[in-house]
């Protein structure tokens, strides 16, 4: 398996444009996490979906925030519109045991100017 | 709030030495207890977990030990090498993950 697969990598925004941040997660998998990583606040969990559907979203900075699922192996969490303090490493992470064995993805590192 | 607090928050040990790094969490419903180590430009990989049942466990040079009582529990990192340079953040939970603020580790040749 190639496991958790994050696009893109680098995303360099200008403030008020929307960005996509895109999680296939391993197949099997029925928890999809979004994470956010700062340097102040390092992980904080976003939202998290159990066979596709939302189940915590209390962690979503506000409504600019927006992530969605489809099906079981895509997910995306799409910011409208972008700010400077958005700028952050945003992981996802799947795995089929609830909080058991994460595994992360390599991460998209966006930034906003 | 924060629902795991970690220290220190930076680390250097000496090639050979132990390196300790410490956790405590409030919710009592949390059962599982993990440690993740993050190289830079890398997602976190989990390295060694834990539930409440049992106070301590290894694996190879990486134990965790566990007090439920005191809702504490920490890594020790035994004969610490460069190639374990890298931050360790702890987590727990039950459905989801709460993660610490992490540790940066540099361990000195």
């Known amino acids: 398996d190639a496991g958790v697969i994050q696009s893109p990598r680098h995303e360099v925004t200008e403030m008020g444009q929307e960005v996509t941040l895109r999680c296939k997660p391993i197949?099997?998998?029925?928890?999809l996490f979004w994470y956010r990583q700062t340097m102040m606040r390092g992980l904080e969990l976003l939202i998290y979906?159990?066979?596709?559907?939302?189940?915590?979203d209390s962690g979503m900075p506000e409504d600019r925030f927006s992530a969605k699922m489809p099906n079981a192996s895509f997910s995306t969490l799409k910011i409208q519109p972008s700010e400077p303090r958005d700028s952050a490493v945003y992981f996802c992470a799947s795995t089929s045991g609830g909080a058991y064995g994460y595994t992360f993805g390599s991460g998209t590192r966006l930034t906003v100017v | 709030q924060q629902q795991v607090k970690q220290s220190p928050q930076s680390l250097i040990v000496q090639k050979g030495g132990i390196s300790i790094i410490n956790c405590a969490y409030e919710?009592?419903?949390?059962?599982?207890f993990p440690w993740y180590q993050q190289f830079p430009g890398k997602g976190p990989a989990l390295l060694i977990a834990?539930?409440?049942?049992?106070s301590e466990k290894k694996e190879g040079r990486f134990t965790i030990s566990f007090n439920k009582s005191a809702k504490q529990f920490s890594l020790h990192i035994m004969d610490s090498q460069p190639g374990d340079s890298a931050t360790y953040f702890c987590a727990a939970g039950a459905n989801n993950l709460f993660f610490g603020t992490g540790t940066r580790l540099t361990v000195i040749p």
């Open positions: 919710n009592t419903a949390f059962d599982y």
């Open positions: 979906f159990n066979n596709n559907v939302p189940i915590d």
């Open positions: 834990i539930r409440p049942d049992v």
């Open positions: 197949s099997g998998h029925d928890y």
